[in-house]
């Protein structure tokens, strides 16, 4: 890419797609493109195949989509899986058809199995059963690493796709019933601190481990990925493997552990209830980074500062 490159950032506003943006705009990229939900709709094949032949972006990056935690993934399966299948068919076909030179597609990382092999490698991919709890959306995001790999695989495309672990920093969603556990967990200790609450309820055992990445950490690694010339990425494109790169810090921690630590930096002087009646989810998810490490990527954000970071966003609105 240069500097007058056309990028399409869909999915602008989210926690993802605003990292990027913020990511684009330091290195001096001036010629972005983005789009609202209520000016381009991604679900819609005739309004996304109209804004690609009349914009014709370079190069895309395709952050939309709909996410949520344990809860939301419970209560609304049918839309995690429907509206992620068509934001992706949408937007990868007609990148094919309007000749984008590249495309990079965000995944997470709970297309692994639930019992994987910990540190999560890449060819870990369909190995196992997949964690019930958020199976919908896993498919769906499967099924766009799978998409940009037959289109790679048959066109020629050069599609990356990228698994980030566990994502929090500015525009996360800390809606109680729709938010991932971290942002759920500052919200709920900054109201407590607040109403002098004398505890805050977390939910499962507080013994799952996590890895947690500052989202701006995530897009410098999708950018390095980007810029590299294209001899670098060539082992990202092949009829074996599937166009798949893991991004996360390397190191994890304990709900219990995060739990504890949001409540010293919120500043909460009450105790920790756990409620274990409530689902742990999978028991581990740590990604091995080897491969971004090669790339010569690793992430630069500590976990203390970038809660603290978060926690301030959070107190300015949630941006």
């Not at 992430?299 to 949630?318: C, P």
Request: with cysteine.
């Amino acid at each position: 890419m240069n500097l007058d490159s056309k990028i399409y950032v869909a999915g602008h506003r989210g926690l993802v797609g605003s990292a990027l943006m913020r990511g684009l705009h330091a290195r001096g990229y001036r010629n972005l493109l983005a789009r609202t939900h209520a000016e381009l709709d991604l679900t819609n094949q005739a309004a996304v195949q109209a804004f690609f032949a009349a914009e014709k972006p370079e190069y895309v990056l395709l952050a939309a989509a709909k996410v949520g935690g344990i809860h939301a993934n419970n209560i609304y399966p049918a839309e995690f899986i429907h509206q992620n299948l068509a934001i992706q068919t949408n937007v990868i076909h007609e990148a094919w058809r309007n000749d984008v030179k590249r495309l990079l597609f965000l995944g997470s990382s709970c297309i692994y199995p639930k019992d994987c092999p910990q540190p999560i490698k890449e060819e870990y991919l369909l190995t196992g059963e997949l964690e019930p709890t958020n199976r919908p959306y896993a498919l769906a995001k499967i099924a766009g690493l799978e998409m940009c790999w037959s289109y790679n695989r048959q066109y020629g495309s050069r599609y990356i796709t990228v698994m980030p672990t566990n994502l929090y920093g500015p525009n996360d969603n800390f809606d109680l019933n729709t938010s991932h556990v971290l942002p759920a967990l500052i919200r709920k200790m900054h109201e407590a601190k607040v109403a002098n609450a004398d505890e805050v309820v977390v939910w499962g055992t507080g013994t799952p481990m996590r890895e947690f990445l500052y989202s701006d950490d995530m897009a410098n690694a999708c950018l390095h990925l980007l810029e590299q010339p294209e001899g670098q990425l060539e082992s990202l494109f092949s009829d074996v493997h599937p166009p798949l790169v893991n991004v996360g810090c390397g190191t994890d921690l304990t709900i219990r552990e995060l739990a504890e630590l949001i409540r010293q930096i919120v500043g909460f002087s009450g105790k920790l209830v756990f409620d274990t009646t409530k689902p742990d989810g999978t028991m581990r998810k740590l990604l091995d980074v080897n491969k971004m490490t090669q790339l010569g990527w690793q992430a630069s954000t500590s976990m203390r500062d970038g809660i603290t970071m978060a926690y301030q966003t959070y107190l300015k609105g949630g941006v």
